[in-house]
């Protein structure tokens, strides 16, 4: 098969349009994820009874199963017991609960690093939970912790084609769909892997960048 520069000029646009469905199905997700990440990491630290057992098992499960095995159960399985959504919520959904397991793990990393002494500090001062963590830890914790979720962000981009799988038509998706109907794939592969580069390259720079200016001594 020879490269048709004309073919691609003309798919392009096509696949731009798959390009802003899979940043927005990062940009939703990783939300997702940092948030519930932050909750589950600081229930499973205070040890509260029982949820944080459970929270502790989600992680495990979350980990120990593929995102693809995840995503076809929200797809195929949920709807037989009534929890049905459109294939973009649906993979929005999972992959920010899949890495909300994973940034919860690095948020708990943060929050051990807290220096004992800012712990004793809190209770000298006789603080509450809330300002303790408000004000206290989990500044500390998330400064420390931004290069590596900024790294999930990068693989969580990535990954987001995975979600092809149920139907949702991000970047690979259309990609696929151009190669099906004009059984050429060359053309529209090439241009989605570069598309990937694009952004997760110059991301992936501006990460480390990050880290290097976020970096302090001990």
Same mark, same amino acid.
């Given at each position: 098969?020879?490269?048709?520069?004309?073919?691609?000029?003309?798919?392009?646009?096509?696949?731009?349009?798959?390009?802003?469905?899979?940043?927005?199905?990062?940009?939703?997700?990783?939300?997702?994820? $940092? /948030?519930?990440?932050? *909750?589950?990491?600081? &229930?499973?630290? #205070?040890?509260?009874?029982?949820? +944080?057992?459970?929270? =502790?098992?989600?992680?495990?499960?979350?980990?120990?199963?593929?995102? $693809? /095995?995840?995503?076809? *159960?929200?797809?195929? &399985?949920?709807? #037989?017991?009534?929890?049905?959504? +459109?294939?973009?919520? =649906?993979?929005?959904?999972?992959?920010?609960?899949?890495?909300?397991?994973?940034?919860?793990?690095?948020?708990?990393?943060?929050?051990?690093?807290?220096?004992?002494?800012?712990?004793?500090?809190?209770?000298?001062?006789?603080?509450?939970?809330?300002?303790?963590?408000?004000?206290?830890?989990?500044?500390?914790?998330?400064?420390?912790?931004?290069?590596?979720?900024?790294?999930?962000?990068?693989?969580?981009?990535?990954?987001?084609?995975?979600?092809?799988?149920?139907?949702?038509?991000?970047?690979?998706?259309?990609?696929?769909?151009?190669?099906?109907?004009?059984?050429?794939?060359?053309?529209?592969?090439?241009?989605?892997?570069?598309?990937?580069?694009?952004?997760?390259?110059?991301?992936?720079?501006?990460?480390?960048?990050?880290?290097?200016?976020?970096?302090?001594?001990?």
């Amino acid at each position: 098969m020879i490269w048709d520069w004309s073919f691609a000029a003309q798919i392009v646009p096509f696949l731009l349009q798959g390009l802003w469905v899979t940043v927005q199905i990062t940009l939703i997700g990783m939300a997702i994820a $940092l /948030v519930v990440g932050l *909750f589950v990491a600081v &229930v499973r630290y #205070s040890e509260v009874p029982v949820i +944080s057992k459970l929270f =502790t098992f989600y992680v495990l499960f979350v980990r120990g199963t593929p995102l $693809l /095995v995840q995503a076809y *159960f929200a797809f195929f &399985v949920l709807p #037989s017991v009534g929890v049905q959504f +459109s294939p973009m919520i =649906t993979g929005i959904v999972v992959i920010g609960l899949n890495y909300s397991a994973y940034t919860a793990e690095v948020y708990r990393a943060g929050i051990q690093s807290v220096a004992a002494g800012q712990w004793e500090a809190c209770t000298a001062l006789s603080l509450s939970t809330w300002q303790r963590w408000r004000f206290v830890v989990l500044p500390q914790a998330i400064r420390d912790v931004i290069p590596a979720l900024g790294n999930y962000l990068v693989q969580m981009f990535k990954d987001s084609a995975i979600l092809h799988a149920i139907t949702v038509f991000e970047l690979l998706g259309h990609a696929t769909a151009i190669g099906s109907s004009s059984y050429r794939y060359l053309e529209p592969m090439t241009i989605a892997a570069l598309l990937f580069l694009a952004v997760s390259l110059p991301a992936a720079r501006l990460i480390k960048r990050l880290e290097l200016r976020l970096a302090h001594p001990r």
